[in-house]
C-alpha cells in the first residue's frame, strides 16, 4: 500500500483561514499557535495562562509541555516563533477584557462559560472557520501541524528522543507572521 500524506491545508487555505478568524482574538490565537509551533489539540486547549506568559503579561518565549498535556506523558520545550508575540499580546488585553482569569494556573483558552474549551468545541470552531474562508473540502483539526509548504524547519520527534518536534524558524511570508 502507498504512503499517502497527512491531509494539510496549502498555504493560501492557512492565510484565508488566519484573514477570516483575524476579528476572533481566542480562535485567531488558536489557529497561529497551532500553525506556528505544531502543537497538537490537546496541547493546545490543555495550556494554562502561566505556560504560556509571565505574571506581568509578557509571552513567554518557550512553552514547556506539562507531563499532563503532552502526548504519552513526555514532558517538553516547545518554541514559539516572534510573529506570535503580537497575537498573544492581543489575546492578553481581550483576556483582560473578558474578564477571563489570567491567574498562572487559569486554562489559557476558555468556553463562554469560562471553563477550559473542549476538545469538541475546537473541533467544531475549526469547522466554522474553513466555512467561512470558503474551504472547498473540510480538515481534521490535525491538518494545522502539517505546514511543509511554508518551509518551516522542523526536527521530528524521531530525532529530539522522543520529545515533541521543535520548530527552528519561521518564513516571513507565513501565514502565522502576515494575518494581523
Known sequence: MPYLSPPSLTKAEQQAL???????????????????????????????????????????????????????????????PDALAP?????????????????????LLCNQAQQRLSKRRLQTIFKHWQREAGFDRFYPVHALRHYAELGIIVTPRSQTCGGPATTSSLPRDSPVTSAR
Open 18 to 80: 488566519l484573514e477570516a478568524s483575524s476579528s476572533h482574538p481566542r480562535d485567531h490565537l488558536i489557529f497561529s499557535l497551532a500553525l506556528g509551533t505544531g502543537l497538537r489539540l490537546s496541547e493546545i486547549i490543555g495550556l494554562d495562562v502561566g505556560d504560556v506568559y509571565f505574571p506581568d503579561g509578557k509571552p513567554r518565549g518557550r512553552v514547556r509541555l506539562r507531563r499532563e498535556i503532552a502526548k504519552g506523558g513526555r514532558v517538553g520545550d516547545v518554541f514559539l
Open 87 to 107: 497575537k498573544l499580546a492581543t489575546f492578553w488585553g481581550y483576556k483582560l477584557r473578558s474578564d477571563e482569569s489570567i491567574a498562572p494556573d487559569a486554562p
